[in-house]
């Protein structure tokens, strides 16, 4: 426990190193949602607003920081260095991993506490099922988190070549519907849509805020992440194993 | 206290052959076949030409690689079945700079290490003051270390491998890079540790440092252990002389075995056994052979590594 906690107290001082990047965090989506909330103030506040916003935006949020904090997530160590030492420690790349998803769960509540303080500054209430909305949230990003992980376990396994930030980011915002509803997509994508949790989180987000109850969806969603996260703690295994193997543990 | 049996290692690189073309795949045998026991307390110097092995051992040593084949053993654990209970008795300090992160202070970073060998928040602060202060780091304890200078990293380094106070620790090449204070600021922290009875392997390419700190040498070449023993021995055993290097105005006629070599100004340098310097020197005189400079070297160890490691005093360079 003591390594983890160690680990997600350096993730929140990194922020410290780059303040404006915590100050773009708070601006940047409140910005995005701007035209969204000046058009509810002329034509009144409707249950389209909240849904683009409310779940596209925000979970899209939840998404690219969980992408780049957990997915990614060895970049910045590998670029430091400091893989190597790290791992001269009684701990597992897991570790390290899980460390950055509880660090980006914890920027990301930042961000959406950023955003509902805008939506009060335009003098637009949010009426939200508050508890079901926040918890919803979490469990979506601790699938998403999972979900992440294996990605990393793929990406040390065979670096990452084509597999770019933005073509995940992109893909994986098109397949679970995030500004769309992932019905709509064409069988064979609606088909891998059902394979990701983040689909899942979107849609009994979606209906909650429309008044319905989340049914199976949360089911599918925390029973996804987990498949994920007990596939991506196998292959990091693996990839760990490889890479001490190779020597080529921190390469990237 | 750490055994090596039968240790080898073998990288499989593939070579790059153009943009498209995938290259021919290469073995490289890093290690072949190392055995080795270390003694509790024992400060060990690990010696070897670029390329030998040594940073590949201390790795499979800090269960970070492992070995293609053979077996080691630290404190009596498994390194190879039980790398995480090894890693809580080693404390490592990789080659370079990059082993801590720069963003963070010198407190923060101890703090994180100290945390991931599982201190809690109150014995790591205690523990990273009391390092701090044995490596001269007190007044620095909350700038970033990235506003630190080579040696002062280093010296953090090797506070930060200490944070769970463990008694083996493992140095890749600690002062490589540093000034001769600087040097002389992490020996004082190394000697401190030899007294105190820390079981040391440090790989170095120092020979002052390899005749100064280790009570025991080990050189390997090519993968292979080629000489063992303290600095001492090792510098007998090599039939290292103090030599006495002459420089020369012209060409002598010189006797076999005495090493000559071309100097970019056109002078000539001999490298002659102190023992043989009367003779050679009268030798010289009735040639008539203008004497420039008489040098003593003292560095034994200098000397004894160049010729165990297969390269004498530069013989070849005579012949074209
Ligand atoms: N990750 C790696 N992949 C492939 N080959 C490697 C790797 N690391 C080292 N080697 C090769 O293994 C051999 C031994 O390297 P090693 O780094 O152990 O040498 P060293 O004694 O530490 O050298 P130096 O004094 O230059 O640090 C070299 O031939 C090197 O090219
Ligand atoms: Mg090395």
Known sequence: MRPLLALVSKELLDLRAYPLDLLSYAISPALVVTPYLLLARLFGFDAGLVDSVAVGLLLWYWLSTLLGGVGLGLEEEMEEGVVETLLAHPISVLTLLVAKALGTVLLNLYITGAMVAWFFAFGIPLLLPWPAFIGLVLLTGAGISGFMLALAALMLLYKRTFFTYDLIQASLGALSGVAMPARLLPRPLWIISRALPLSYGIESVRRVLAGGGVGADIGLLVGLGLVYFLVGRKLLTVAERRMRAAGTTGEF | ?320
């Open chain 2, 1 to 320: 206290m750490i055994t090596c049996r039968g240790v080898a290692k073998t990288y499989v690189v593939r070579e790059r052959a153009g943009l498209f073309r995938r290259g021919v795949r290469r073995e490289i045998d890093a290690l072949r076949g190392l055995d080795l026991e270390i003694a509790r307390g024992a400060f060990v110097g690990l010696l070897g030409r670029n390329g030998a092995g040594k940073t590949t051992l201390l790795k499979i040593v800090a269960t970070l690689l492992l070995p293609t084949a053979g077996e080691v053993e630290v404190d009596g654990i498994d390194a190879l079945r039980e790398p995480t209970k090894v890693r809580r008795k080693l404390g490592v300090v990789l080659a370079g700079e990059r082993t801590l992160y720069w963003k963070l202070t010198a407190m923060e970073n101890l703090l994180l290490f100290g945390g991931l060998q599982d201190l809690s928040r109150r014995e790591a602060r205690a523990r990273a003051e009391e390092l701090l202060e044995l490596v001269g780091l007190s007044g620095f304890s909350d700038v970033s270390v990235e506003k630190f200078s080579s040696g002062m990293r280093r010296r953090l380094a090797i506070a930060r491998a200490l944070m769970h106070r463990p008694p083996i620790l493992i140095l890749d090449e600690p002062t490589t890079g540093l000034d001769p204070h600087g040097v002389e600021e992490v020996w004082e922290v190394l000697r401190s540790l030899r007294e105190q009875g820390t079981t040391v392997l440090m790989a170095t390419h120092n020979m002052l440092e390899a005749e100064r700190l280790p009570t025991r040498l080990l050189i390997i070449e090519e993968g292979k252990l080629l000489a063992d023993g303290t600095p001492q021995e090792i510098t007998a055993r090599s039939g290292a002389q103090r030599m006495a290097v002459l420089t020369l105005g012209s060409r002598p006629e010189v006797d076999e075995g005495l090493l000559v070599r071309e100097l970019d100004d056109g002078s000539l340098s001999l490298a002659v056994p102190v023992d043989r310097l009367p003779a050679v020197l009268g030798q010289l005189q009735a040639d008539g052979v203008h004497l420039a400079n008489v040098e003593i070297v003292e560095s034994g160890l200098w000397e004894a590594f160049l010729r165990l490691t297969g390269r004498p005093f530069d013989t070849n360079e005579e012949e074209p």
